[in-house]
Protein backbone atom coordinates (compact mmCIF):
# COMPACT_ATOMS: atom_id res chain seq x y z
CA UNK A 1 0.00 0.00 0.00
CA UNK A 2 1.29 3.47 -1.28
CA UNK A 3 1.29 5.65 1.79
CA UNK A 4 0.97 9.41 1.11
CA UNK A 5 3.27 12.73 2.99
CA UNK A 6 1.72 14.51 5.50
CA UNK A 7 0.78 18.07 5.05
CA UNK A 8 4.35 20.28 4.91
CA UNK A 9 2.18 23.06 7.08
CA UNK A 10 0.08 21.54 9.36
CA UNK A 11 1.27 17.79 9.45
CA UNK A 12 -2.09 16.51 8.89
CA UNK A 13 -2.19 13.26 7.68
CA UNK A 14 -4.96 12.97 5.78
CA UNK A 15 -3.69 14.73 2.42
CA UNK A 16 -4.58 13.28 -0.89
CA UNK A 17 -3.21 13.15 -4.52
CA UNK A 18 -6.23 15.35 -6.79
CA UNK A 19 -5.11 13.60 -10.09
CA UNK A 20 -3.73 16.58 -11.66
CA UNK A 21 0.38 15.87 -10.25
CA UNK A 22 -0.38 17.39 -6.81
CA UNK A 23 -1.06 16.28 -3.12
CA UNK A 24 -3.77 18.71 -1.10
CA UNK A 25 -4.40 18.52 2.41
CA UNK A 26 -8.26 19.01 3.11
CA UNK A 27 -7.36 20.69 6.99
CA UNK A 28 -5.33 24.02 5.64
CA UNK A 29 -5.84 23.65 2.26
CA UNK A 30 -2.86 23.99 1.46
CA UNK A 31 -1.63 22.21 -2.60
CA UNK A 32 2.31 21.02 -3.09
CA UNK A 33 3.47 19.59 -6.14
CA UNK A 34 3.87 15.08 -5.79
CA UNK A 35 7.38 15.69 -8.05
CA UNK A 36 8.53 18.41 -5.09
CA UNK A 37 7.03 16.39 -1.67
CA UNK A 38 10.28 14.57 -1.08
CA UNK A 39 12.57 17.76 -0.95
CA UNK A 40 9.74 19.93 0.25
CA UNK A 41 10.91 22.54 2.98
CA UNK A 42 9.09 21.53 6.14
CA UNK A 43 7.77 25.05 7.54
CA UNK A 44 7.10 25.25 11.43
CA UNK A 45 3.60 25.03 12.28
CA UNK A 46 2.02 27.73 14.83
CA UNK A 47 -0.48 26.32 16.93
CA UNK A 48 -2.86 28.24 19.84
CA UNK A 49 -3.87 26.84 22.93
CA UNK A 50 -6.83 25.16 21.12
CA UNK A 51 -4.62 23.39 18.71
CA UNK A 52 -5.80 25.77 15.89
CA UNK A 53 -3.19 26.88 13.32
CA UNK A 54 -2.13 30.45 13.55
CA UNK A 55 -1.08 32.96 10.66
CA UNK A 56 0.92 36.39 10.19
CA UNK A 57 -2.13 38.85 10.64
CA UNK A 58 -4.54 36.86 12.75
CA UNK A 59 -6.16 38.13 15.86
CA UNK A 60 -5.59 36.47 18.85
CA UNK A 61 -7.37 36.87 22.47
CA UNK A 62 -5.28 35.90 25.65
CA UNK A 63 -6.76 33.28 27.63
CA UNK A 64 -5.15 33.88 31.47
CA UNK A 65 -3.78 37.05 32.98
CA UNK A 66 -0.17 37.55 31.60
CA UNK A 67 2.69 39.73 34.24
CA UNK A 68 5.04 40.71 31.63
CA UNK A 69 8.74 41.16 33.13
CA UNK A 70 10.08 44.85 33.85
CA UNK A 71 5.90 45.93 33.92
CA UNK A 72 3.97 47.36 37.03
CA UNK A 73 0.84 46.04 34.82
CA UNK A 74 -1.30 42.85 33.76
CA UNK A 75 -2.73 41.77 30.80
CA UNK A 76 -5.77 40.58 31.49
CA UNK A 77 -7.44 37.45 30.32
CA UNK A 78 -9.66 38.41 26.91
CA UNK A 79 -7.19 40.84 25.62
CA UNK A 80 -7.41 41.26 21.99
CA UNK A 81 -4.29 41.44 20.04
CA UNK A 82 -4.65 42.25 16.51
CA UNK A 83 -2.54 41.62 13.75
CA UNK A 84 0.44 39.26 14.80
CA UNK A 85 3.45 38.49 14.04
CA UNK A 86 5.20 34.57 14.15
CA UNK A 87 8.61 34.45 14.97
CA UNK A 88 11.23 31.83 15.31
CA UNK A 89 12.36 32.45 19.00
CA UNK A 90 11.42 31.67 22.35
CA UNK A 91 8.54 33.53 22.30
CA UNK A 92 6.70 32.85 18.93
CA UNK A 93 4.86 35.89 18.59
CA UNK A 94 5.84 39.36 18.17
CA UNK A 95 2.90 41.93 18.52
CA UNK A 96 1.70 45.09 20.04
CA UNK A 97 -0.99 45.45 22.83
CA UNK A 98 -2.80 48.44 23.68
CA UNK A 99 -1.66 50.27 26.90
CA UNK A 100 1.57 48.16 26.82
CA UNK A 101 3.46 48.77 23.29
CA UNK A 102 5.61 45.70 21.68
CA UNK A 103 5.10 42.59 23.23
CA UNK A 104 6.50 39.19 22.85
CA UNK A 105 4.14 35.84 23.42
CA UNK A 106 4.09 32.53 23.52
CA UNK A 107 1.60 30.61 21.62
CA UNK A 108 0.42 28.62 24.86
CA UNK A 109 -1.52 32.13 25.73
CA UNK A 110 -3.57 32.94 23.03
CA UNK A 111 -6.50 31.60 21.45
CA UNK A 112 -7.31 32.93 17.54
CA UNK A 113 -10.31 34.79 17.38
Known sequence: MHTLPPCPLCQSAYTYDDGAGQYVCPECAHEWPIAG?????????????????????DTVTVIKDLKPKGS????????????????????DIDCKIDGFGAMSLKTEFVRKV
Open 37 to 57: AATAETARVYKDASGNILQDG
Open 72 to 91: GGVIKQGTKVKNIRLVDADH
